[in-house]
T-cell receptor, first 115, second 115 residues
Framework: AQSVTQLGSHVSVSEGALVLLRCNYS??????LFWYVQYPNQGLQLLLK??????LVKGINGFEAEFKKSETSFHLTKPSAHMSDAAEYFC?????????????FGQGTTLQVKP | DTGVSQNPRHKITKRGQNVTFRCDPI?????LYWYRQTLGQGPEFLTY????????KSRLLSDRFSAERPKGSFSTLEIQRTEQGDSAMYLC?????????????FGQGTRLTVV
């Protein structure tokens, strides 16, 4: 079955440290790839997406992600964490075999930022 | 337009009661999606509409669940004879048909608690 795996349900970093959140998908056909962020009691907000073109994509709030087809990965990074980055992060994919736009989400990673 | 709106934000109901949630999408978006998110998990797809037509339903959507989108505007999700396992956050999202693979705009969700 098509799935998305996020390694690590909780990640803790110090303020100013590198953030790395991992995401792998299961498909031989590259899907459309997304990272969403969810703050407490809020809906999901798009951080960045990969559809076609350049494999390194930049998003809001200094986040970026690189699509690596050979590794079926789309890891999210940020060079320097801020306290305001503390939230839950979801990797999601749309498999392009149909045009439903149905998102398949990973289980999420909670990012904690320590002062 | 302030985005996708969901009402109510919270609903507590007794087991066996029926509940109905409402979603108002972004006005020019003709696709509308429902997802369910349980604690510690990513959202799971339930169903989606293009205009007033319901085009796909997940097997998660048992016969106690029904969704409508009359006139292709707002949508309602009804759960009949609620069970404790229905307790979750119900999220609505919308996209334009032409942008189904670009960004889904999410509402803040309706949190259902069945007691």
């Amino acid at each position: 079955a098509q799935s998305v795996t996020q390694l690590g349900s909780h990640v803790s970093v110090s303020e100013g440290a590198l953030v790395l959140l991992r995401c792998n998908y299961s498909s031989s056909v590259p899907p459309y790839l997304f990272w969403y962020v969810q703050y407490p009691n809020q809906g999901l907000q798009l951080l960045l997406k990969y559809t076609t073109g350049a494999t390194l994509v930049k998003g809001i709030n200094g986040f970026e992600a690189e699509f690596k087809k050979s590794e079926t990965s789309f890891h999210l990074t940020k060079p320097s964490a801020h306290m305001s980055d503390a939230a839950e992060y979801f990797c999601a994919v749309i498999y392009g075999s149909s045009n439903t736009g149905k998102l398949i989400f990973g289980q999420g990673t909670t990012l904690q930022v320590k002062p | 337009d302030t985005g996708v709106s969901q009402n109510p934000r919270h609903k507590i109901t007794k087991r066996g009661q029926n509940v109905t949630f409402r979603c108002d999408p972004i006005s020019e978006h003709n696709r509308l999606y429902w997802y369910r998110q349980t604690l510690g998990q990513g959202p799971e797809f339930l169903t989606y509409f293009q205009n007033e037509a319901q085009l796909e339903k997940s097997r998660l959507l048992s016969d106690r669940f029904s969704a409508e989108r009359p006139k292709g505007s707002f949508s309602t999700l009804e759960i009949q004879r609620t069970e404790q396992g229905d307790s979750a956050m119900y999220l609505c999202a919308s996209t334009p048909s032409s942008g189904w693979n670009t960004e889904a705009f999410f509402g803040q969700g309706t949190r259902l608690t069945v007691v």
